[in-house]
């Protein structure tokens, strides 16, 4: 293995356990809802969008530049987040998935709760487990919450944090918004609040270098970006330069709202002078397209839809800057906060922990790649024919690969470090053929290590 197995290999073992040491961390996991990794003040400065609650978890921690989901939509990225494992192997391709067996797939509330940590869920669930009031999947303290409910997520966060307990707790607290970018774009009412009115297009930021469908798209993104514009779920396909440009403000406006709240959880965790004992872990589980090659929402393999932030802070612990190692948040979470905790991986999981880098330590051997699953089955027939093709993406050092499982032309290879907006596809360009049969290769060593069936038949149909 050159890869996963390689990553494994360089992964700090966990030679100090700390399963008997009072002073294991507390554990902190705040997660949006659709928002893609730039959208942050640290990363693309005041002018557009201010976040001073996020940005104060960057202060302490370690930004991760690359870090991907599992798969660019809720349930699946959910799923993978919180049992460790990839949406090949979980099979949650889409929000409609049937439930996952708890006893086949552990949820993260059962995994810490036996290892003796407190363990508590606040605020959006939409995993493929039944979801109850009051405990469940591992989680002694639940309220989950529905639309319309970020502005008592804090309140019952800080209700969590500031029981007396022996024990070192981990809470999860999950915020919808900017999600409510989905209601803003169909004109319906938000349900977290209303936001102003956008200025006029002029006064809103301008539109993303990358707005424009890339050159020599594959022949099936082609289709679904017309199945999707045809679809009352994505009425975008009659946007004009100057409804994206609102758009992308209005976007960043439910960011800086839930932005927030993260800054009322943040303030429960100082009142209650645990701040030095806790580590916080901040992520999303998703994008948004962002008006990318005139997409909105999520579901595609591009940056904006694909790349999520994640930052690992812990004040006086982790070093504090940017790392650009491949992580794949779906995976390796778990057993990032297993090596925190001093507790040993569960079996059968394939990711690995990040710890070493969030602490400043130099890793000299990592992964090669991450892969990323999607399954766009969300538009609507064009001329009649209805298609829902599975999706297959291998981010390497420099390079995206993304398989289709339908089309004459379903591949894609993108430059990442030349054409970062990935604007060209080179997967027929000659000059690429070694880079291209390499990616190839990657996914079909990933495909049989996960049980892929689904990513080996598209492979198949490449004729490698």
């Not at 049969?437 to 060593?445: D, F, I, N, S, V």
Request: charge should be negative; glycine fraction near 8%.
């Amino acid at each position: 293995m050159q890869t996963i197995g390689a990553a494994a290999a360089a992964a700090p073992s966990m030679t100090h356990l700390h399963a008997a040491d009072k002073q294991r961390p507390n554990i902190l996991f705040i997660m949006t809802d659709q928002q893609f990794a730039e959208a942050m003040s640290c990363r693309t400065g005041r002018e557009l969008i201010r976040t001073p609650a996020m940005d104060s978890i960057a202060e302490n921690g370690m930004l991760f530049e690359r870090a991907y989901c599992a798969n660019p939509l809720c349930v699946p990225s959910r799923a993978a987040l919180f049992t460790g494992r990839f949406t090949s192997e979980t099979g949650v391709q889409t929000n409609s998935s049937p439930k996952l067996d708890p006893a086949e797939f552990p949820c993260i509330g059962t995994i810490f709760a036996e290892a003796g940590y407190d363990t508590g869920w606040v605020g959006k669930w939409h995993l493929p487990f039944a979801s109850r009031e009051g405990t469940g999947h591992g989680f002694s303290y639940m309220r989950p919450g529905g639309k319309g409910d970020d502005g008592n997520t804090a309140e019952r966060a800080a209700e969590f944090i500031k029981q007396k307990r022996d024990n070192p707790f981990l809470l999860a607290v999950s915020l919808r918004n900017p999600h409510d970018i989905c209601q803003w774009a169909r004109g319906e009412e938000l349900p977290e609040g209303p936001i102003a009115d956008p200025p006029p297009p002029d006064q809103c930021p301008p539109l993303k270098p990358n707005h424009l469908p890339p050159e020599n798209e594959t022949d099936i993104i082609t289709f679904m970006r017309k199945s999707y514009h045809n679809s009352k779920t994505f009425p975008v396909g009659d946007f004009d330069d100057d409804k994206w440009r609102q758009y992308i403000w209005a976007y960043y406006r439910l960011i800086e709202m839930v932005d927030g709240e993260i800054a009322k959880v943040l303030a429960a965790v100082r009142a209650s002078g645990r701040e030095e004992d806790t580590l916080i872990v901040f992520t999303s589980d998703h994008g948004d397209c962002h008006g990318a090659h005139k997409w909105n929402q999520k579901t595609m393999f591009y940056e904006e839809s694909a790349l999520v932030p994640f930052i690992i802070s812990h004040k006086g612990v982790t070093r504090a800057g940017t790392s650009d190692k491949l992580v794949q948040t779906g995976v390796d979470l778990i057993p990032t906060l297993c090596d925190y905790a001093g507790m040993a991986v569960p079996g059968g999981l394939k990711g690995v922990s990040v710890r070493e880098i969030a602490n400043g330590g130099e890793v000299t051997q990592w992964r090669e790649y991450v892969v990323v699953c999607n399954k766009l089955a969300q538009g609507a027939p064009v001329d009649g024919v209805s298609r829902e093709p599975d999706g297959r993406m291998v981010r390497s050092e420099r390079y995206k690969y993304c398989l289709y499982s339908e089309g004459e032309r379903p591949e894609s290879l993108v430059d990442m470090v030349n054409d970062p907006g990935e604007m060209v596809n080179q997967a027929e360009n000659p000059t690429f053929k070694p880079i291209l049969a390499q990616h190839r290769a990657y996914l079909k060593e990933h495909a049989e290590l996960t049980g892929d069936e689904v990513a080996l038949g598209a492979l198949d149909r490449t004729r490698i």
